[in-house]
């Protein structure tokens, strides 16, 4: 089928019409939300491997059910990027078994291991609240019909994953001794890797194609203030500190930012600032656990294959 016309589809776009099928859209569109679906879907199924691995280290029976809930909504989600995508045209098959893993578009965050229960529940709560301003902004804005009633769901179980890190930073923080203070350090590392889970800040980013095809409503840095007003008070409210201060109507960072991460020692240098190429660099090299967990579910899928 022909795809549309540049005007009709511009005049769609501005009545606030939802693009339903391929023929409404023009190849720019269709490549710049193929992009986006990509990105959220692995997003999606990499949060998986990552969560489970600390999963396993659970502090009782409950709290591992809990766990794999989490990831089984995971899961979901990334089948519900994927499945729009092979309807779009793209091979499910391909895209999730046979890529390599450098070739994955996930935030860099979920290539340094989560190794603990606690750690588990920060990215619960750090990580899942910057999906969670990402998607719910695609949600309210998206142009693309199935993409944007899919998110219907997504959307009501990113809160329970959210309440879940919530609840148990609050009662590991309230525990004190030990426990709050590796909760601490969890954080100490966690909370600039999701500051940056946003993008480049908007001065150096070009002019985005996903705000004029309204496939987002906000900017990075507009995106990056929503999760910073939700998660700087909470973890205040908790006492546990972030390198982060309220400044009259927006938040600010009490450190150079980018500036130098040691992944394998979980370490940020906040007196060596880096430059935005150092730090695309690093995510085109992906992290230390980014073929592990890519691993973890192509290896299974070749197992199973049909042998001929």
């Not at 007003?229 to 546990?240: D, L």
């Not at 007196?271 to 579910?297: H, I, Q």
């Amino acid at each position: 089928m022909e795809p549309a016309s540049s005007g009709a589809f511009d005049a769609l776009l501005k009545r606030g019409e939802l693009i339903e099928s391929t023929s409404e859209m023009t190849p720019e569109y269709l490549r710049e939300l193929k992009h986006t679906l990509i990105v959220s879907g692995d997003t999606e199924l990499i949060s998986a491997p990552a969560y489970y691995l600390a999963a396993k280290k659970a502090p009782s029976v409950n709290a591992f059910m809990t766990g794999i809930a989490i990831i089984q909504d995971e899961l979901a989600h990334a089948h519900i990027a994927f499945h729009i995508l092979e309807e779009l045209g793209e091979s499910q098959e391909a895209l999730i078994f046979k890529r390599d893993p450098k070739a994955f578009r996930y935030p860099y965050a979920f290539d340094v291991p989560l190794e603990s229960w606690t750690e588990l529940v920060v990215a619960n709560a750090m990580y899942d609240q910057a999906g969670f301003c990402l998607l719910g902004d695609i949600h309210e804005q998206c142009s693309y019909g199935p993409w944007k009633r899919g998110l219907v769901k997504v959307m009501a179980e990113e809160n329970f994953h959210l309440r879940n890190g919530r609840n148990w930073s609050k009662r590991i923080s309230q525990a004190g001794g030990a426990a709050k203070d590796e909760l601490q350090r969890a954080v100490d590392w966690m909370f600039p890797l999701t500051v940056e889970w946003f993008g480049l800040p908007d001065n150096l980013k070009q002019h985005s194609a996903q705000l004029d095809y309204r496939l987002k409503g906000l900017t990075n840095d507009q995106l990056r203030q929503q999760w910073l007003s939700t998660v700087v008070p909470f973890m205040e409210s908790i006492g546990i500190q972030v390198p982060a201060h309220k400044e009259n109507s927006h938040y600010a960072l009490d450190y150079p930012f980018p500036c130098t991460f040691d992944a394998g020692e979980k370490r940020w240098d906040f007196k060596d600032p880096c430059t935005w190429d150092d730090v695309l660099g690093r995510w085109r090299a992906r992290g230390p656990r980014n073929a592990e967990m890519v691993a973890l579910f192509q290896e299974s899928f070749s197992k199973f294959q049909v042998r001929t």
